[in-house]
């Protein structure tokens, strides 16, 4: 597939180097299952604070809430909150989490599918829009009312302009149970966190799907050891992630996170802007031994930091790095779900697993696939195209390669031995004038070159005539594009989920669930 990283394709097929002094950077590899079948290495204290916390947050589930109470374990993913439930990718990881949490529960340990609802990042940009496929082009639906500053997301409160992105989604997905649960969870005055968790307690409803937030202080008090140990061990931590870096380098991969110089694993939110601002250290001084931190033009020495953790936790919001090692500090975890850059990530938080938490939680791979739907199998099979040529393919090279499947057999052939018969005779001639003389043989090349050009212009021109006399083809290339490979990017990062979800409904995540119990770290071809 394209677009992903070596370290994360090493991880999927198990290669030797991903390893370091002789220690694997993962716990586990995509098909491993040895974690399903012991409880959590270290029982929570903290449980009934933690089922308390859920439960407010899942008043359906009362059933999952007391095994949590009872000492089940959980398998996590998670997602950042988006517009109108975000790319498709997202139940891909629910259902994953769903799938791999009943292979756990049935190997002989209860286990619940968590969603960590990543409702503390700042990136709005990133997540204030979703595309539909709108009959033959795509449409990007955007919530413009960003807010002033860089606060975490999940915060942000819907204003009186989500209505009409939400009737334009209306008029696109048409009336069905997941546009009905859509229209009812983006309503103003709801934070976009309440949204996005309302939205997806409706879609996995028959699947015990939890969802948490873990943004306020209940949660950050859970997870206070963590953040307490970031504070505190901020340089032994730093120079670990550096020294990983280092390893990953040599190893021939490169930092999937950059580690900056002064930077820290913790982000602080201004107590009177609400903004999320990058905590930074100084360097150690005769006056100040064990450095400063800033966080924009403000000056906090540790002992400052430490009594806002214990007054106002919330305050303190861990990075990416971090945040996976706060989460499982919180929850009783054997495994958590990730895309591929997530479980790249994990090579560099695995330190700051081993030094806070003294453990390492096995990453899997998430269910990755492409949807087919009915119309679109059919060109497919009609065109005897792979999803391999249409990743490989511009919608132009694609319609181009139709119209010559689509020319008549004699033009086919004619053009076939003319183009054999000239890629022959250039090559026994160029061959001889090479042994002639070496800078003869160069020339030669050089114009047998451009005759080879000449040749694929005149199917060029051949396929041209086949694509404007049938227009049909073009349409054709355009919708297998559209619908498979739009923008040149895979479908389940561009789409939105709550189109497939309108159209097909529970069905949808069933075969979701059912196609993600298999374990495989490959891309799927789903037909629906």
């Not at 989604?169 to 996005?196: C, I, N, V």
């Not at 307490?228 to 280092?246: F, Q, S, V, Y």
């Not at 080879?452 to 073009?474: G, H, P, T, V």
Request: aromatic letters at 6%; proline letters at 5%.
């Amino acid at each position: 597939m394209p677009g992903l990283s070596r370290l994360f394709l090493d991880y999927c097929s198990g290669e030797s180097a991903i390893h370091a002094d002789g220690r694997s950077w993962f716990k586990a590899n995509p098909r491993d299952r040895g974690w399903q079948r012991t409880a959590h290495p270290q029982p929570l204290s903290h449980s009934e604070q933690l089922a308390q916390l859920l439960a407010t947050q899942n008043p359906a589930l009362t059933a999952s809430i007391e095994q949590i109470r009872n000492g089940a374990n959980v398998v996590v993913t998670g997602q950042q909150v988006g517009i109108l439930g975000g790319p498709l990718f997202t139940p891909h990881k629910a259902a994953t989490a769903i799938a791999l949490a009943r292979q756990a529960s049935a190997a002989g340990h209860p286990h619940l599918p968590v969603f960590w609802l990543a409702s503390e990042d700042h990136d709005f940009a990133e997540v204030n829009h979703v595309t539909f496929p709108a009959r033959h082009s795509l449409s990007k639906l955007t919530y413009e009312a960003a807010p002033s500053t860089a606060v975490p997301v999940g915060g942000v409160v819907l204003d009186d302009s989500i209505t009409p992105v939400i009737d334009r989604a209306w008029e696109l997905l048409g009336y069905s149970d997941a546009m009905e649960w859509l229209a009812a969870a983006y309503k103003p005055g709801r934070t976009l966190a309440q949204a996005f968790a309302e939205f997806y307690d409706k879609v996995f409803a028959e699947h015990g799907l939890l969802v948490l937030d873990a943004a306020g202080r209940d949660a950050h008090r859970l997870g206070a050891p963590v953040l307490k140990a970031a504070i505190e061990r901020a340089d032994e931590l730093h120079a670990a992630l550096i020294e990983r870096n280092k390893q990953l380098e040599s190893t021939g991969y490169h930092a999937q996170v950059a580690v900056a110089d002064r930077g820290s694993l913790l982000f602080l939110i201004d107590e009177s802007s609400g903004a999320r601002v990058a905590l930074k250290r100084t360097a150690a001084t005769a006056q100040e031994p064990n450095g400063l931190w800033q966080a924009g033009r403000q000056t906090f020495s540790t002992a400052d930091l430490l009594g806002v953790l214990s007054s106002e936790p919330e305050r303190i919001s861990p990075s990416a790095l971090l945040r996976p090692v706060f989460q499982d500090q919180i929850m009783p975890t054997s495994a958590y779900i990730g895309g591929p850059a997530e479980i790249a990530y994990f090579a560099q938080s695995a330190v700051l697993y081993e030094r806070i938490l003294g453990r390492l939680t096995p990453v899997l791979p998430r269910l990755s696939a492409t949807l087919v739907e009915p119309a679109i199998a059919e060109l497919l099979d009609r065109h005897e195209l792979t999803f391999e040529t249409i990743l490989s393919s511009t919608e132009e090279s694609l319609a181009q390669r139709l119209a010559a499947r689509a020319m008549p057999i004699a033009g086919k052939q004619r053009l076939a031995a003319a183009g054999n018969a000239l890629h022959s005779e250039l090559t026994a001639l160029t061959d001889y004038m090479g042994s002639l003389d070496e800078g003869l043989g160069r020339s030669a090349q050089v114009s047998a070159s451009k005759m080879r050009y000449q040749m694929n212009r005149l199917r060029r021109l051949a396929a041209n005539f086949e694509l404007q006399k049938e227009a049909s083809l073009a349409r054709h290339a355009q919708t297998i594009t559209q619908a498979l490979h739009p923008h040149g990017s895979l479908q389940e990062r561009e789409i939105g989920a709550a189109w497939f979800l309108a159209r097909y409904g529970n069905s949808l995540v069933d075969t979701l669930v059912h196609e993600a119990s298999d374990g495989c770290p490959g891309h799927k071809l789903i037909r629906l």
